[in-house]
């Protein structure tokens, strides 16, 4: 077969190999970033929508590379998951952030993005419990957040950890709420204190044509009837914000409030938010 192909083949081969290497080389580049100190967290605020008052941050990644500059998460982490670096990428984020979550007030939590892959790591859990203890972060202030990417994977173990993550007392976040596995039923069982709306709902949803404003309605009450709380991700004027509170969501987090910026920055902030 590949004999028979290899003439069609030709015609694009240059360009699926072009992408393979680049791929190949971003791999390469990553694996020397991890041992480098070229990755770093961000902060991004997320705030109560009546007070405004600061919840805390979502921890962020973020790669400046020598030469290529700043890299994207959304693509770098689909390399590290392929290429089976996220484990060692994700130890870090979760290291890190349990110890910027150390040096804040103790109402400020950390929210901390997990893959999947992370999720299934049987170690998960004692190394999240460990890194509490050790740098004596009560277990409430830190959130996961997770994708619907989780349950498809859908077996005993994926109970089990939530369990345990329940148990040492993290909070968890259902991270793009409707953007993946179209499937409720998991929300039966899977204990998450948090629904994270997509911006793909929240942007534009004031404009009078768009029909996101009922689709976050219904993400709110099915939030509200299973007592979790709703963030709008991606929050950038005043009138999406103005809607989002009409609608009911209990926080906000987007460009409006703030941009994910480094710890040192998000210090002021917090400064800012005790004082008023
Ligand atoms: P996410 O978890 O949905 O994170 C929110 C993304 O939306 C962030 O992009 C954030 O900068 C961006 N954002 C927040 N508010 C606004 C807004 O008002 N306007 C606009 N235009 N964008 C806004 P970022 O930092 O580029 O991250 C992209 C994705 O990469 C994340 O989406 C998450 O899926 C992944 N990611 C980032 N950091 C980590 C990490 O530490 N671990 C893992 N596993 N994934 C991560
Ligand atoms: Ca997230
Ligand atoms: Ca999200
Ligand atoms: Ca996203």
């Known amino acids: 077969a590949k004999a028979a192909g290899r ?6 081969e240059p360009s699926m190999h072009s992408e393979a290497s680049d791929r190949q080389r971003l791999e390469t580049d990553l694996r020397f970033a991890l041992e480098q100190n070229e990755l770093s967290l961000h902060f991004q605020p997320i705030v ?38 996220i484990g060692k990428l994700g130890d870090y984020v979760i290291e890190e952030a349990i110890r910027q979550a150390a040096e804040w ?21 004692e190394k999240v419990a460990t890194l509490l203890q050790t740098h004596e972060v009560r277990a409430d202030r830190i959130e996961l957040e997770i994708t619907e990417g989780v349950f498809l994977a859908d077996n005993e173990a994926t109970d089990d950890t939530f369990a345990r993550l329940k148990n040492i007392g993290v909070r968890l976040a259902l991270d793009d709420f409707g953007t993946g596995y179209s499937s409720l039923g998991y929300l039966k069982t899977a204990p998450f204190d948090k629904i994270k709306i997509d911006q793909s709902f929240v942007r534009g949803a004031s404009h009078p044509k768009s029909r996101n404003s009922a689709i976050i309605r219904a993400i709110v009450a099915l939030a509200d009837s299973l007592g979790m709380d709703t963030t709008a991700e991606g929050v950038e004027t005043h009138d999406d914000l103005n809607l989002i509170r009409e609608l009911g969501c209990s926080q906000i987090q987007g460009y409006i409030f703030g941009k994910p910026s480094p710890a040192e920055d998000c210090a002021d902030m917090i ?3 005790s004082v008023l």
Do not use: Y
């Not at 030469?67 to 670096?85: K, Y």
């Open 7 to 12: 003439g069609k083949h030709c015609f694009f």
């Open 48 to 85: 109560r929508a009546a007070s405004e008052d600061l919840c805390g941050f979502e921890a962020l990644i973020r790669w400046d590379h020598p030469t290529r500059g700043r890299v994207s998460p959304d693509l770098f982490i689909s390399v590290a998951e392929e290429c089976g670096l």
């Open 105 to 125: 007030p103790d109402h400020v939590r950390v929210a901390i993005n997990l893959s999947p892959i992370q999720f299934n790591d049987p170690k998960l859990v």
């Open 271 to 273: 400064e800012r938010d």
